[in-house]
């Protein structure tokens, strides 16, 4: 068995040894004695009975060091923001870093935080959004970051789901060369939610000021400068981290929770395992912190590990140019890259030969690691050509907050095959199974499940929805964890994901639910009925589509409703869901039971071949809707 497969197997085979034994890269205040705890079954539970601080873990400990640490790195870059947007470039060491964080925790603390409450950030890529996290992660607060792409209405969703103590913004963000005001969002999300957090707290960016409102909202500078710093408050390992809120096949989002405790353990074991990085490493996650990705590898992973990272606020092209990842890598000497394949695409369209690439030095880099969508050949071929380093596509999800497939460069690099997202990864038990349950032949396309136990980092449970979670997660095969992916395993064990098998779209690498944006186009009055699949796209991956029934006697002009359309998508749900199509059609396919065929109009909208269903109601409407989509959009 060649290092990979050993440790897989070994992870599955004792699981409790695999994962007590790094557990001990983890500083507790009380060790745990409990590793695997089966009590809280379905779901498993790790660690139970110990108590850690996980800001403790990612700042203090590489500060001051700790009962049984033997490495500290005060002095070291921990946080680099690179803004190209702004023009500028800051660092804080370890120290300074846990610095800041102390005072804005008091801060927090002096505005009521405590153990348990909830505080949502609504922040675009500043720094002061990574120290907000950890400030709560050090008061045994409960984070919930929402993406600053989102609109109100979604914001509105969350903010009463989470029903924060304090919500954190700011006064703008940047998106490219505009200036993107946040607190007209923010306080257009307050007069649409019923929950009322306590106080809000606004980050003055110099690009725009925001009005406060006297009595709730707070200055962070005056805030932060007026507080005292706070130390770590000890919590259970089981004890929530955060909640982030990701796209389910409703409108309504799943708040899915991350515990302290299994959480550090399982991203301080990936660094090194998945990703080949150790203390004293340059890590670069081009993500958002708004998604599972900026969680883990933005912030919490790299630190946990003594690492330095990367908040990147710019874009892979246009600010100002396609070098903008290039000119990241030599200024910090990233040693690996971690993004999604859009990006690369963008990177490509704008300088095919990557002529710019030769204007820097990019020979620390080691990895470039892609995930968020399927990374085709083609862009996978066209990265590893031009940065001549190996290119891993792997494959996970905010549910399991760290790698499900990879090609864990750290244990052994394996060969890569274009197309798949490697082998399943220690800890992750991952198989293909039928409508039944029963695992398919190897190369045959199914159901992705995961098998329980589930390791640690997996999400516990939905906030405030015990209920939902079993239900989404593992009722439908007993025993095993259902993904929302479909694809197949060959037979040397490598995973290929096709895509989701729900009403789940990836546009760009940002996860979104074409259930909500049917809750808005349908709220029209002059549609009937609706429906939004995602349709293949060059650039995003996935781009969604509008089919729109209208109600009878309606006199509509049709552009004219689809540009009412994508208006109000755009403002209720936001820009980031690139909603810029929409097709009248007379009707929607169905099956004899009314169910819409999404997975049907997608082939047909792909230009894919298709089986007739046979459950279809009336098959004469697919060549009618064919129609309708091959004309111009
Ligand atoms: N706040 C506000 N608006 C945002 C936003 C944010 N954080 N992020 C995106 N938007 C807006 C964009 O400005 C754009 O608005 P527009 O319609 O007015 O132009 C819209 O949402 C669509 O955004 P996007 O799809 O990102 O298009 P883009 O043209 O701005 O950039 C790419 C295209 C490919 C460069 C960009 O999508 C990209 O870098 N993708 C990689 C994504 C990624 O890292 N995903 C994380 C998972 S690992
Ligand atoms: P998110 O929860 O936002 O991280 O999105 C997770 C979803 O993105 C997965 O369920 C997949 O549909 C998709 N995804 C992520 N990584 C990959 C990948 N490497 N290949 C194919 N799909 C991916």
Known sequence: MGRHADQHARSLSDPEGFWGEAATAIHWDTAPTVVLDRVAEPREQWFTDGRLNTCFNALDRWVDGGDGVDEVRPDQAALVHHSPVTDTVRQWTYRELRDEVARLAGALAGLGVGAGDTVVIYMPMVPEAAMAMLACARLGAIH??????????????????????????????????????????????????????????????????????????????????????????????????????????????????????????????????????????????????????????????????????????????????????????????????????????????????????????????????????????????????????????????????????????????????????????????????????????????GAIVLRQPLPPGMLPTLWGDDQRFLDSYLTAHPGNYLTGDGGFIDTDGYVSIMGRIDDVINVAGHRLSTGAMEEVVAAHDAVAECAVIGVADDLRGQVPLGLVVLTSGADVDPDELAAELVAAVRADIGAVAVFRRVVIVDRLPKTRSGKILRRTMRAIADGEDYALPSTIDDPAILDELGERLAAPA
């Not at 409102?213 to 929530?240: F, I």
């Open 144 to 445: 919930s970051v929402v993406f600053g792409g989102f609109a109100p209405r979604e914001l509105a969703i969350r903010i009463d789901d989470a029903r924060p103590t304090v919500v954190l913004s700011a006064s703008c963000g940047i998106e490219g060369s505009t200036v993107l005001p946040y607190k007209p969002l923010l306080d257009a999300a307050l007069d649409r939610a019923e929950h009322e957090p306590d106080h809000c707290v606004v980050l003055q960016r110099p690009q725009e000021t925001a009005d406060l409102v006297e009595g709730r909202d707070r200055d962070w500078a005056d805030l932060v400068a007026a507080a005292e710093p706070v130390n770590c408050t000890s919590v259970g390992a089981t004890d929530p981290l955060y909640v982030l809120y990701t796209s389910g096949t409703t409108g309504t989002p799943k708040g899915v929770v991350r515990d302290n405790g299994s959480h550090a353990v399982a991203l301080r074991w990936s660094m090194p395992n998945v990703y080949g990085c150790g203390p004293g490493d340059v890590f670069w996650a081009a993500s958002d912190v708004g998604w599972v990705v900026g969680h883990s590898y933005i912030v919490y992973a790299p630190l946990l590990t003594g690492c330095t990272t990367i908040l990147y606020e710019g874009k892979p092209v246009g600010t100002p140019d396609a070098a903008a990842f290039w000119r990241v890598v030599d200024d910090h000497d990233v040693k690996v890259l971690f993004t999604a394949p859009t990006a690369f695409r963008a990177i490509r369209k704008e300088d095919p030969e990557a002529t710019l690439l030769a204007e820097h030095d990019t020979s620390t880099l080691t990895h470039l690691f892609l995930a968020g969508e399927r990374t085709d050949p083609n862009t996978l071929e066209w990265a590893q050509a031009v940065l001549g380093v190996p290119v891993v596509d792997h494959w996970w999800q905010t549910e399991t907050g760290w790698p499900v497939v990879a090609n864990c460069v750290g244990i052994e690099l394996v060969d890569v095959k274009p197309g798949s997202a490697g082998l399943p990864v220690p800890g992750w038990d991952v198989r293909v199974v039928d409508v039944d349950g029963n695992d398919v032949a190897a190369g045959e396309t």
